[in-house]
Each structure stands twice: as C-alpha cells, then as structure tokens.
C-alpha cells in the first residue's frame, strides 16, 4: 500500500494531502528527497538574520509570498514538534516523528474506508512494515496477493462499485446485482433483486476464498492445516505469514487463472 501497498483506491482528503508528503520522508541521494527534512530548520534559522545570502533571499520570498513549498515546509516542522533548534539530532528527530503521525492517520483512514475492509481484516499490526509475502518468488503469486488484500482486483465487488446512476436506472437492477457472483447468480434474478427477500450473493474477496462452489476443487487440494485457516474469517491474517503464505499464494493465483482465462488471439489469416 510505496508505504503500503500500491493500489487504486479513492483516499479521503485528509488521507491524500499527507501522501502528497510522503516524498519528504525519502533519503536516496539521487532524488533529493530530504532536503526539507535536512535544511528546513536551517533555513528558518538564516531567514533571522540580515544576511545578504540569495538562499535567505529566496527563502523569504516563499514566506512572504506564501508559497507552497513554503507552507509544506512549515507544516511538516510543525508536525515533527521543531522548535527551530540546528542540533545534529534533528533531521532523525523528524523523520521519526513524521513516520508516526502517518502511521497514526493511516491507522484511522484505513479503518473509515469500506474499499479496505479485506485488508483490515489481515493487516493487524498497526505499524507499516515489510510483509512476508513479498519475499514470495513466484511474481504471479506476490502480484495475486497484493492485488487481492488491497481490492485491487477484477471481482465484481471491486470493478461494479463504479457503476453509475445512468446504468442502474437504464437497466432496472440494484447496484448488489451488478457485484453478484455470476457463477452462483444467474440472470434471471435481476428482476427479484428488488424484492425483500432476495439476497444476492457478492462476488467479494471471502465469497471466492471460501464458499464459492467454483473453486471448490481447489480448496480441496489445499494443506489441511491451511485450508483450516482459510475456512475461518478471523484467522485470514495468519495465511500472509510462512509457512501458509506459499500455499495461499499459489491458491490465489489458480483462483484468478480460473475466474479469468486468458483467450488467444486469432491471427489474420489473409
């Protein structure tokens, strides 16, 4: 999700604007990145004095004009609790201390969002760290596994959460319609789905791992003691740790190569 994994997910406001900071944090010699983080203090410092230096120059003239780069400047400084000291310590000071506040309002955000609801259900560490299955050497297995706990994937519950008021009024059906397992669902329900009784079963991340009857045989040849865990919602956490996530990984992937063959092109023939 970068800091966590990558995927195409609509963040709140509050959420995007600290992303737009991440960068800050970077220390590869190459980008630059630190440069806030290194010289911020410093500048703020110069920009006391009466030097003649065209860096204080340009640096006043972000702050009177109240550019950007300026007001990011501060409001990072204010976030890491600088209190314009230059000690050696304080580039680390606050980098740290920027790390925990995104860590914090990525702990809340993600939690606010009901695209994530998958992947809060298996990230249970509250701090963002290296997980174990992007050691998988499988890259099909790593990309299935990614894709899936971040719902960046092609399931109905994902690519019909776009579907739009045009298409729902044209075609009569409740948006639960259009995320329905085609498999389970046939089409002929399109027309109870507006009846109290018709529950239509979602093509969601737990409906394929565990229930869905299309993949029965591949649940079947699981390990027993990981298909016991993937029978048990609560404990879906434990299959992205070894030794389970080699197996589920491999499960994922079959799952996937399933539900959406490739088809071979059909050459010209002139």
């Not at 970077?26 to 440069?35: A, P, V, Y």
């Not at 890259?139 to 579907?163: A, G, P």
């Amino acid at each position: 999700m970068g800091i966590v994994e990558r995927h195409a997910v609509t963040l709140p406001h509050s959420m995007a604007s600290v992303l737009h900071e991440v960068p800050l944090l970077s220390w590869h010699k190459q980008t630059k990145g630190s440069f806030t983080v290194l010289y911020g203090p410093l500048l703020l410092d110069l920009d006391k004095t009466r030097s003649k230096s065209f860096v204080r120059h340009a640096f006043a003239e972000q702050r009177i004009n109240k550019l950007t780069w300026y007001q990011n400047t501060i409001k990072l400084l204010e976030i890491a609790g600088h209190h314009h000291q230059t000690d050696s310590a304080c580039p680390t000071r606050i980098k740290l201390k920027l790390q925990e506040h995104f860590n914090q309002l990525w702990e809340v955000e993600r939690h606010r969002s009901s695209i994530l609801s998958y992947y809060n259900q298996v990230k249970r560490t509250p701090h963002i760290h290296y997980e174990d299955f992007l050691d998988l050497v499988c890259t099909e297995d790593r990309k299935c596994l990614m894709r899936l706990r971040s719902s960046n994937h092609r399931f109905n519950c994902e690519t019909e959460r776009y579907v739009t008021d045009k298409e729902l009024a044209t075609s009569n059906a409740l948006k639960s319609w259009y995320k329905r397992c085609e498999f389970c669902v046939s089409d002929d329900t399109k027309w109870l789905t507006h009846l109290p009784f018709c529950n239509i079963i979602e093509e969601d991340e737990h409906h394929i791992l565990i229930s869905c009857p299309k993949f029965h045989q591949l649940r079947t040849e699981l390990h027993e003691e990981t298909k016991s865990l993937l029978l048990r919602n609560e404990d879906h956490h434990y299959l992205y740790n070894q030794p389970h996530i080699y197996r589920f990984g491999g499960y994922v992937r079959k799952i996937v190569k399933q539900r959406f063959p490739k088809t071979k092109k059909k050459k010209d023939t002139k």
